[in-house]
Every structure is written in C-alpha cells, then in structure tokens.
C-alpha cells in the first residue's frame, strides 16, 4: 500500500495545487466525457429521477439530469482542491447562516447528532463547520475498499481539526469523548442494508427504507438533532442552514427524529434537485421482500 498511497498522494497533490478556475475547466471536459461517452450509472440517474418526480416534464427531468452530471464533475474536482484549501478559501466559500443554532447547544455543554444528505459538497460542509462552531466535530463515513486512497480521504477530512471515524467505531469514540461537546455528522439519506435497524417512509414518492442508527445515538446520548441544508449559490460558492430538529430526544416518539430528518431533505431536493448523489441506488430495498424490524 506505501507505494501506490504516495504516488496517489503526489497526484492529488498535483491535482489540487492547481487554481478552481483551472479546474472547473477540467470539470466541464469529464462531463463531456462521463455524460456523451462513458454514461457512467446514467440508467440509474434516469430510473431514480423518474421515481422521485413523477410530476414533472421529460424536458424537465432531463435538465435536471444533464445539472446533475454536470456538478459531478464540478464536486470531483473540489474534493480533490480540499486536500489544498485554506482555512480563509473554506470561509470565502461556504457561508453558515446560523452557526448560533450549533453555539447556543455547545453552551448548555450538549452533544449534538448532525444529519445532512448527499447534497452540494458535504465535505467542504463539515470544515465550515469546524471553523464556525464550538463543538468537536466527528465525520462519520464508511470505508474505502481502496486503503491507500481511504487514508487519504481520512486525512482530507481531519484538516481544521475535524476527526473522521470510520462507522464501527462511532460508539467508542463517542464514549471515549464525552468530557467535552461534540457533534456526530451522518449522511443520513444512503440505502441501509437488509440486516440493519431502519424504518420505512414515504421520501420522494417512494416507500424508502431510513436509517434509525442516529435517532439512536441521540437517544442513547441525550443529544440535540440538528440539520443542515446545505445549498449552491453559485459554482465553488455554498451556503448552510441550519434546523434544530430536537433538544430533548428523549421526549421524541419512535421514528420521530428519523421521519423529520428525510421531510427536510426532500424540501432541499425538491428546490436544488441537481445537488444529489442520484447515482446513488438509494431504492434497493423493498418493503415488500425486506420487512422492517426496529422497534422502540
């Protein structure tokens, strides 16, 4: 792995000296080629656009899917400027409206479970948030099969002092952490497995299988809920609001957190549709052949 982890790091070092400017010219030449030559999960974008709109035009559906694939490539190439942006390039560029909603929880001394989607540049998300905010902030992701390149990302999303944690690990880091105010982000929109403790609910038109696994945490915890929206103004240029969705979890009904979580992501989609990862087979399951079995 110490050989093709450094000639990765090199490249992506290359990569991410260069201007934005410089880059979104690279950006609108892999559209090009990803979107009229390779097509890459283009069948998925379309099953999954139809399924989540099914009230709007064919010429609608395909603008959207043709901006989709376009900021792709624009996303591709700002993951890679991250490994090189600066503390004063990350606060030019993404603006947190409301950064008191996450300061006024870190003064009560509260923990706070973080949910946002897979929209816009939720990597530059969390280092805005780093910089504005009081609490210690957790990434949470899965794994890279590619460990050399899995390193790397890990490394991209500690800059500013924000910790990555693998989700095997999300337990005990908390509970080696509770001494001080942290928040725990999740990308609470990815497709849980079948094994897994999540419920089903109308999203986007479609019985969807959701994740109970932070509804959980804040529970166990006692942490506040909050989410973030996280919205393109204009290209490299993002703003975030946040939500607080509950202080007091514990006063929640079952499925509460989770079902208000997927209502605020899907009023994001359906303002800034282009913004998703639609690539994402987000309906594997079906309620039909895989049962939910959480209960309280």
Do not use: C
Not at 199 to 209: D, K, L, N, S
């Amino acid at each position: 792995m110490r050989i093709s982890y450094w000639l990765q790091k090199l490249g992506i070092a290359f990569i991410s000296s260069l201007p934005l400017v410089v880059l979104y010219v690279l950006a609108d030449f892999l559209f090009l080629i990803n979107y009229f030559v390779i097509g890459y999960r283009k069948h998925v974008v379309r099953a999954n656009l139809l399924k989540a709109f099914p009230d709007r035009s064919k010429k609608e559906l395909k603008s959207i899917e043709i901006a989709f694939f376009r900021y792709l490539s624009d996303q591709l190439v700002e993951t890679f400027k991250t490994f090189s942006m600066t503390e004063s390039n990350v606060l030019e560029r993404v603006e947190v409206l409301n950064p008191e909603v996450m300061n006024a929880i870190a003064a009560k001394g509260q923990h706070v479970v973080h949910l946002l989607g897979h929209h816009a540049n939720w990597e530059w998300y969390a280092k805005a948030l780093a910089l504005r905010t009081q609490h210690r902030l957790f990434f949470v992701y899965k794994p890279l099969n590619n460990k050399g390149f899995n390193l790397l990302m890990k490394e991209m999303r500690e800059r500013f002092g924000v910790k990555a944690v693998a989700m095997k690990e999300v337990f005990r880091t908390i509970d080696a952490n509770l001494d001080r105010p942290h928040a725990s982000f999740f990308g609470g929109d990815q497709s849980p497995m079948a094994h897994n403790r999540f419920i089903w609910m109308p999203f986007m038109h479609q019985p969807t299988a959701v994740y109970l696994g932070a509804e959980d945490i804040a529970k166990k915890y006692d942490a506040a809920v909050v989410f973030g929206k996280m919205r393109r103004v204009k290209r490299g240029f993002y703003t975030i609001e946040l939500q607080l969705i509950t202080d007091t979890p514990n006063e929640t009904a079952f499925g509460e957190i989770t079902k208000a979580h997927s209502r605020l992501l899907e009023e994001l989609l359906e303002e800034q549709p282009q913004y998703w990862l639609w690539s994402h087979k987000r309906w594997k399951l079906q309620p039909d052949k895989h049962p939910s079995h959480a209960t309280a």
